[in-house]
């Protein structure tokens, strides 16, 4: 399944690695260490076993975590006042974003890092009535820079319902402890929403040669961009509505290049490009990359493999990693990403990598993960 993952879009989430191929994680090499093979990934789990629960907030830090996130400037509140103003009127889900009462319902502090926490918010109209999907925000506690003074709480990454990949062992202790198995288990919800990964997705391909595919009106899996619903694309775009990031009106859809043609399992395939996005225009705006993987049998389109950036969900990067080409050749599928650091602005990342992922059992799934240069940290 599916990164959220932070934001660079001017305060809200970002899904970094929005809809993984298969359960387990992804081996990280550099080029001076050896990949670790699918085969060994459960250390990933032995991780997660090993976690400190969370405890809830005490009064000072959910007064301070309160009054951050109702913020007008920097705050979560001062983020979301103009989400319906860059959609078109049949788009807009007809809340009023500048009237929005945010209320906190939950609070869970890492042991691990306590400079870490997550948030359960609901967005309320004026009468009182939830007028948007509960959502979790992740925020971290400042040591004291620029405009924050030490101790100043601020969300980092959300409002989101799903964090993909942030079980991982290269995810920093303190982010696995809020966020895995899941956070809403973590914060002592009973029910999560879920997203299908998109495995298995069937489409009519109107031809038997996957070449002559109209890849610009496919339709792709809606883990593609996060969400639930199959995305009709329509000369090359569209617009669906997030599970991962429920308080966007619509996402932004972008897709329809066919990135490579190849074959996987003796079947011909092609990769085709999805980019999401919040209708901004700008890299601020971009919320997550993705690229759906067909197989062609019998005139119908199957998806083998929905392929995202493989890098660790932090609360430091600006901007949700770019997945570039991704090549079919030998047999594997070879994804070529560029990775941010927190120093980098939004318009070019520092850092890049490239993740094989090899077929097993039908599908795609991550072997290991190549960091070729990382990112840049002051």
Not at 172 to 199: A, Q, T
Not at 268 to 281: E, F, K, M, R, Y
Request: one cysteine or more; proline letters at 8%.
């Amino acid at each position: 399944m599916s990164a959220p993952v932070r934001i660079g879009l001017g305060g809200l989430t970002v899904m970094t690695t929005i809809a993984a191929c298969a359960a387990g994680g992804s081996g990280v090499a550099t080029p001076s260490g050896p990949a670790r093979p699918l085969s060994r990934l459960p250390a990933a789990v032995h991780a997660v076993q090993h976690l400190r629960p969370p405890v809830p907030a005490t009064l000072a830090q959910r007064r301070q975590i309160v009054a951050a996130l109702d913020d007008s400037d920097f705050g979560l509140r001062g983020r979301v006042q103009d989400l319906n103003t860059q959609y078109p009127a049949r788009l807009r889900n007809h809340v009023d974003y500048d009237r929005l009462r945010l209320k906190v319902t939950r609070i869970r502090v890492s042991l691990s890092t306590p400079q870490l926490a997550t948030a359960a918010i609901r967005a309320l109209n004026r009468s009182g009535r939830q007028v948007l999907p509960t959502a979790i925000v992740v925020l971290s506690r400042s040591a004291g820079a620029g405009r924050r003074k030490s101790g100043h709480w601020s969300f980092d990454i959300g409002p989101a319902t799903s964090f993909p990949d942030s079980c991982g062992p290269a995810v920093e202790v303190g982010l696995r402890d809020l966020l895995c198995p899941s956070p809403w288990v973590v914060l002592g919800y009973r029910h999560s929403p879920r997203i299908p990964s998109g495995l298995g997705f069937t489409t009519p391909a109107g031809t038997t040669n996957i070449r002559a595919v109209r890849w610009g009106d496919v339709t792709v899996p809606g883990s593609a961009c996060g969400g639930d619903q199959p995305i009709h694309l329509r000369h090359g775009g569209a617009y669906t509505k997030g599970v991962a990031e429920p308080w966007w009106p619509a996402i932004a859809v972008y897709g329809g290049r066919e990135g490579h043609y190849g074959e996987l399992g003796g079947r011909p395939v092609a990769t085709v490009s999805v980019v999401c996005a919040n209708n901004g225009g700008t890299a601020d705006g971009q919320l997550g990359f993705a690229a759906v993987v067909y197989a062609l049998k019998a005139g119908v389109l199957s998806v083998i493999c929905v392929v995202t950036p493989r890098q660790p969900l932090s609360v430091d990067t600006p901007h949700v990693p770019i997945l570039g080409s991704v090549t079919i050749r030998n047999g594997e599928a070879i994804a070529n990403e560029a990775w941010y650091g927190p120093d980098d602005g939004t318009a070019g990342a520092s850092g890049q990598a490239r993740t094989i992922w090899k077929l097993a059992g039908g599908f795609l799934r991550p072997f290991r993960t190549i960091i070729i240069r990382k990112p840049r940290r002051a």
